[in-house]
């Protein structure tokens, strides 16, 4: 099977911080690196690290080459268009506890073509997935297709917008959000009818609400940079699924996958890949054995 993306690619400035800036207030960054981001990308790279077949649907302009040449290293299939508007970017300032905060440029990923999307998912099929964030344009254009040929829709609902997400609700199957996304759209539109719900909630785990809830657990670590880190989880979770594991299986891996994204500094070029999470799992897995079989002290 194969898992179909419809997203942005970025150009990530990261600026090292004392703290995030107040407003009015300059600030002098510690270090500066650039590096490949944006929903879209950090989910399909997520995807291939994860092993899984991947293609990406995006748009890039006369500056993209390099970006797209990194997602092909990775294990995406790139499928990108090229205009004469410039390649997004991000800057991403990130201070000393891993918050960050983002101001982005949606350049080339809001001049997606009709045209180009239809080439690129005309192979798709009943059992592959799609997924979809708001960072371009023709998201629902997209579902609508991917509906139609009978594969799975993923839709992360960021960056968030209620008429967005109001839209493509009747054309998803799995919607995605983080705790204030989700606390936002009840306030807006109450319950909303869709078959899964999938709520990340940071350190504390996230949920899965359709069919059957299943929480899991944030694993705990260090973290250094908390950017991209449900990207990486969402393209992990798709892997899985695509891949056959169990739900709980599926959200257990990807969970593994994002904290170890979080104790290294980038977005897409931080994600692990499937061996350095399956051994991460491991040895998560020994350390509780032992815990469970250390005797007693009284």
Request: one cysteine or more.
């Amino acid at each position: 099977m194969t898992v179909y993306n419809l997203g942005s690619i970025n150009i990530d400035h990261f600026y090292r911080v004392p703290h995030i800036p107040a407003p009015g207030e300059t600030l002098a960054a510690v270090s500066h690196t650039t590096g490949l981001g944006g929903k879209g990308a950090n989910q399909s790279v997520a995807v291939a690290r994860a092993g899984a077949r991947v293609i990406h649907i995006g748009t890039v302009g006369p500056d993209g080459t390099p970006w797209v040449d990194r997602m092909a290293e990775y294990g995406v299939t790139p499928c990108v268009a090229r205009v004469e508007t410039a390649t997004a970017h991000a800057n991403i300032c990130v201070d000393t506890a891993g918050e960050n905060m983002i101001v982005i440029y949606a350049g080339a990923n809001r001049e997606q073509s009709l045209t180009h999307l239809k080439t690129a998912m005309a192979d798709g099929a009943s059992g592959d997935f799609l997924l979809l964030q708001n960072e371009t344009n023709l998201t629902f254009e997209a579902a609508q297709m991917a509906r139609q040929k009978g594969m799975q829709v993923i839709y992360s609902a960021a960056p968030f917008d209620v008429e967005a997400v109001r839209q493509m609700l009747p054309i998803i199957d799995t919607l995605v959000l983080n705790e204030v996304e989700a606390t936002q759209l009840a306030s807006a539109l109450g319950d909303v009818d869709v078959p899964a719900m999938l709520i990340t909630r940071g350190g504390d785990g996230v949920t899965w609400r359709g069919g059957e809830e299943v929480s899991q657990p944030a694993f705990a670590v260090t973290p250094v940079d908390t950017t991209g880190a449900g990207d990486c989880f969402i393209g992990y979770v798709a892997a899985g699924l695509d891949q056959g594991l169990g739900l709980a299986q599926a959200l257990r891996r990807a969970s593994a996958a994002s904290a170890i994204q979080v104790t290294r500094y980038g977005t897409a070029d931080a994600i692990p890949t499937k061996d350095e999470t399956d051994a991460f799992l491991a040895e998560r897995e020994t350390e509780y054995r032992s815990r469970d079989n250390a005797p007693s002290r009284r």
